[in-house]
């Protein structure tokens, strides 16, 4: 895949991010998304069960996490960052969850 200058800039910083020890300090200032995402995590628990779900942009595996919960047939999960996915493998290999969550 060829990716634009902005897409690698945005492919570096999520790497670099992901790589970082500590925590993100940017979540202090993530509350009005918080909001917004739980109503979006209500409408997939009604369009997911015994569903295949696409998670467009899923980090290190976040989304799916709560995802899983509403018993979908399959999750895959796509991202920019070699780095978040490694992450996300990892969870997902950990919980025993590789039949049921791809990450690419």
């Known amino acids: 895949m060829s990716l ?5 800039r945005e492919k570096k910083f ?15 200032f993530y509350k009005a998304i918080y909001n917004s995402n ?4 209500n409408l997939i628990k009604l369009n997911s069960i015994n569903s295949e779900v696409l998670d467009y942009g899923c980090g290190i595996g976040y989304s799916l996490e709560k995802v899983i919960k509403f018993n979908p047939k399959k999750i895959t999960g ?3 960052s070699e780095g ?12 025993g969850l590789e039949k049921i969550i791809d990450l690419q």
């Open 4 to 8: 634009t200058d902005q897409n690698q």
């Open 14 to 28: 999520h790497n670099e991010l992901q790589s970082k020890s500590q925590g993100r300090f940017e979540n202090i």
């Open 38 to 41: 739980e109503d979006f995590l």
């Open 78 to 80: 796509i991202d920019i």
């Open 84 to 95: 978040m996915l490694a992450v996300g493998r990892e969870k997902v290999k950990a919980k």
